[in-house]
């Protein structure tokens, strides 16, 4: 009887002194959201708040995906499946975190006619540098085309340039040539059919095509077109890459050595870009969140790796993003 007095005495002591344990924490100062997905791939806004530098784990169904330095990041992740649903989980390397659900898209059913159009051909090397789809019945695309008219003068004696441009209208493709002024400040010098750059069409279907200095602006849906040209010194002015913008009066071009320019329907201005690398090409969005355009212009040096830079417009201001 003794014995089994103290062998609850003794079980009583050992558990009332053991501690409690400690429940591990299940959430941390954490948050991710999924801004886009497509069939097969993700896009991931990270936010660190206070765990900033601190190792991190991403997992989708319990499976190791990356790991990385807590930071506020966007992270990218491909090679998922179409219409699957994952859960992401996102940890510390306490292995407390926060985790969401999202399912890709599917893919589509409808099935695709592939048509191959060739244009040129003769009397020179042809290339088409850009195009744009203004709707399924009105398609530009434009570059330079040679064909075996080319150089030649018809039988009214006129002499055939180089096309610069073809259009589609819903049935065909029609060669085209947009005259540009052989020197934009002595229009009465003469046009040519320069070889074309760019096509931007604007959000109310007007659309703009450059060569060189000069730009062809198209409006109102007419096939007629009114020539406008960098208002700068000869020395200030450069070949437009690329045009971005809201309307025909109110863009920005770029182009090399680092140049960008914002045209305001009468007169250019000069922004300053930072580089001297060639800028290659300028596109703009509107954020909801903001209810403002990011702009973001790319600069690169084509022929080598030797530089690159990524620009943000604002305000007609350009701030350097990190390529890292």
């Given at each position: 009887m003794k014995k089994l007095i103290l062998s609850i005495l003794l079980s009583f002591f050992f558990f009332s002194c053991k501690e409690e344990p400690t429940k591990p924490p299940t959430e941390a100062n954490l948050s991710l959201e999924v801004l886009d997905k497509?069939?097969?791939?993700?896009?991931?806004?990270?936010?660190?708040n206070d765990q900033a530098n601190k190792l991190g784990s991403v997992y989708f169904n319990d499976e190791f995906r990356t790991q990385f330095y807590l930071k506020d990041t966007l992270v990218y992740l491909d090679e998922l499946l179409p219409n699957k649903t994952y859960t992401i989980k996102l940890t510390n390397q306490d292995g407390i975190g926060t985790q969401a659900e999202f399912t890709t898209m599917d893919t589509t059913s409808h099935n695709f006619t592939w048509e191959t159009f060739e244009f040129g051909g003769a009397k020179g090397s042809s290339y088409l540098r850009d195009v744009a789809i203004i709707n399924e019945n009105d398609i530009?695309?434009?570059?330079?085309?040679?064909?075996?008219?080319?150089?030649?003068?018809?039988?009214?004696?006129?002499?055939?340039?180089?096309?610069?441009?073809?259009?589609?209208?819903?049935?065909?493709?029609?060669?085209k040539r947009i005259m540009f002024y052989i020197d934009p400040d002595q229009p009465n010098a003469g046009k040519t059919s320069s070889a074309c750059v760019s096509v931007f069409k604007f959000d109310n279907g007007d659309y703009i095509i450059t060569s060189n200095v000069q730009a062809a602006v198209f409006r109102n849906g007419s096939d007629q077109y009114q020539l406008i040209h960098e208002s700068f010194s000869w020395e200030e002015r450069f070949g437009l890459n690329a045009i971005w913008g809201k309307s025909t009066n109110a863009f920005y071009a770029i182009g090399e050595k680092g140049n960008i320019a914002h045209y305001n329907g009468s007169s250019w201005s000069k922004i300053e870009s930072g580089t001297n690398l060639?800028?290659?090409?300028?596109?703009?969005?509107?954020?909801?969140?903001?209810?403002n355009y990011e702009i973001i212009a790319i600069a690169s040096n084509i022929m080598t790796a030797d530089g690159r830079t990524v620009m943000k417009i604002k305000n007609n201001e350009v701030e350097q993003l990190s390529t890292n």
């Open positions: 497509s069939c097969t791939e993700v896009w991931i806004d990270i936010k660190a530009w695309a434009v570059g330079e085309i040679f064909t075996e008219d080319t150089y030649t003068y018809d039988s009214n004696g006129v002499f055939q340039q180089p096309y610069n441009a073809v259009h589609w209208d819903g049935n065909e493709w029609e060669l060639d800028i290659q090409d300028i596109y703009g969005s509107l954020n909801p969140k903001t209810n």
